[in-house]
């Protein structure tokens, strides 16, 4: 039986987005209108999320066995659009994945992309192969970006610092 964490919900309900979270009166629109909801067939479901959130039910969603409720969600924005009430669940979505990273519990593929892009600035670097084949269909060639630029941008979120190191 799951527990209430009545400081996890407030540190939710408190943040100036997760206080929109209470607006939330699980007409389910989210779920059914969530592309990745769709193609796992319901395995990832938005309104669950909502209500584990709002309840303060934290066991429910952190945890290795529970990765796939925060991180399945791809901020496609498509629950924002079309929710009544106008609840920020993308952000919201974000701040459980934010304290996901904090508490060490994000995927190690995220991890590996966040650190690519610390690296290269980009989270999948140029191929050659994709490069001869732009040229071969006449398509320009992709501007490589500053990375110098980028990684002073991260530094000061300090984006390295909340990284766990990949072993």
């Not at 039986?1 to 939710?12: G, L, P, S, V, Y």
């Not at 067939?41 to 290795?64: C, M, Q, S, T, V």
């Not at 924005?77 to 459980?96: H, R, S, Y």
């Not at 979120?157 to 766990?164: H, I, S």
Request: glycine share 6%.
């Amino acid at each position: 039986m799951a527990t209430i964490d009545f400081e996890f919900r407030n540190q939710i309900l408190s943040n100036d987005i997760g206080n929109t979270l209470a607006y939330c009166y699980q007409c389910a629109t989210c779920s059914g209108a969530c592309p990745v909801a769709k193609v796992t067939e319901g395995r990832y479901n938005p309104r669950r999320l909502i209500l584990d959130a709002l309840l303060g039910l934290k066991d429910k969603i952190f945890g290795p066995e529970n990765s796939f409720n925060i991180w399945g969600c791809t901020i496609c924005d498509t629950c924002d659009e079309v929710c009544p009430q106008k609840v920020e669940l993308t952000e919201i979505f974000t701040i459980l994945k934010n304290m996901s990273i904090e508490r060490g519990e994000a995927p190690s593929h995220y991890i590996g992309q966040a650190n690519a892009v610390l690296e290269h600035a980009k989270a999948i670097p140029m191929q050659p192969a994709i490069e001869r084949r732009r040229s071969q269909l006449g398509l320009d060639e992709i501007m490589a970006p500053d990375v110098n630029e980028v990684k002073k941008l991260l530094e000061a979120t300090k984006l390295a610092e909340k990284l766990p190191k990949i072993e």
